[in-house]
């Protein structure tokens, strides 16, 4: 059996075979080349690493979906049975059929549309998140984790990046990224905006705050305050809003979990009044299904 043997450690023989017959002004070359090329090296495995993690993440949106569009087609199977059922025991009831077959049409035309609807929304948020995602350098995506759920696009922030040590006021090295995230929010303005501050269980010792609901609430108010103010987000289309230590994501018993506790996110959402503008825009031959339960 071949052993597979690294680019690293094959450069590094060559490097001391020939190293032992050549002048010193070849043989620094050759090491300047071989540190080049451990670089190269190095950075395609992070970049391959980093790959696998985002094509992860798609996949799991993907399967997520999936078992969203098995709900619908459940909900038309049962629609399809109400239909056999009543064919079937027609001559036991006064059963109007030609309506109840409109209706369950007119039914499947609206279960369509809502799909189509999803469909969309699910889109925007995708090109949501890779558009930000790309605009992030690989130190900033470090503090950030960026995730659609539910149709609802969730950017959390760390605090040691987003804050000054102890404090509630913007620290400037957050000052970039926020840009960026603030250029996302002004590219889709049909999108509402919550700022929602988070803490972990360590008791605040600040004398002009009083326990943790105020820090969260302060951070949170900070970053709305910093879209308005610094990057022109149309303050109507914000909300801060705190959770105090009460919303965890890890156990606070570690300085791990502490740590991604102390998190505020922003979440995107669709601006409910045109979410529902665009699902009641149904096919106009839709109307609410008769209750069939009694035949």
Same mark, same amino acid.
């Given at each position: ?108 035309? %609206? +279960?369509?549309?809502?799909? &189509?609807?999803?469909? $969309? @929304?699910? /889109? ?8 930000? *995602? ?19 696009? %969730? +950017?959390?922030?760390?605090? &040691?990046?987003?804050? $000054? @040590?102890? /404090? ?8 970039? *990224? ?90 995107i959402t669709p601006k409910l009044d045109q979410f529902m503008e665009l699902i009641d825009k149904a096919p106009e ?11």
């Open positions: 059996m071949i052993k597979r043997i690294s680019v690293p450690l094959l450069l590094m023989s060559g490097l001391l075979i020939t190293s032992c017959g050549v002048s010193k002004k070849t043989h620094q070359a050759l090491q300047t080349q071989y540190t080049d090329l451990s670089e190269k090296y190095r950075q395609s495995e992070l970049d391959l690493t980093e790959s696998r993690a985002r094509v992860k993440s798609l996949e799991d949106q993907l399967e997520q979906e999936r078992k969203n569009n098995a709900g619908l087609r459940e909900a038309l199977a049962r629609l399809q049975g109400t239909l056999d059922n009543s064919i079937n025991q027609n001559t036991q009831g006064n059963v109007n059929i030609s309506k109840l077959v409109d209706e369950i049409n007119a039914s499947n035309k %609206y +279960i369509q549309h809502l799909v &189509n609807t999803k469909q $969309k @929304s699910d /889109s925007l948020n995708m090109v949501l998140t890779n558009n930000l *995602t790309r605009s992030l350098s690989r130190e900033e995506m470090q503090d950030v984790d960026v995730q659609v759920l539910k149709g609802v696009v %969730y +950017i959390s922030l760390s605090d &040691n990046m987003l804050y $000054k @040590s102890g /404090s509630y006021e913007i620290s400037d090295r957050a000052g970039e *990224t926020l840009s960026k995230i603030a250029k996302i929010i002004q590219d889709y303005k049909d999108y509402e905006v919550l700022i929602e501050g988070n803490t972990d269980t360590d008791p605040i010792s600040k004398s002009n705050i009083r326990n943790n609901w105020d820090l969260s609430t302060l951070r949170a108010s900070s970053v709305v305050q910093a879209l308005q103010n610094q990057y022109g987000v149309d303050p109507k289309r914000l909300t801060a809003g705190g959770r105090g230590e009460y919303n965890p994501i890890a156990d606070n018993s570690t300085a791990e979990g502490k740590a991604r506790n102390r998190r505020t996110q922003i979440i031959t839709a109307e609410t299904p008769a209750d069939t339960t009694a035949f």
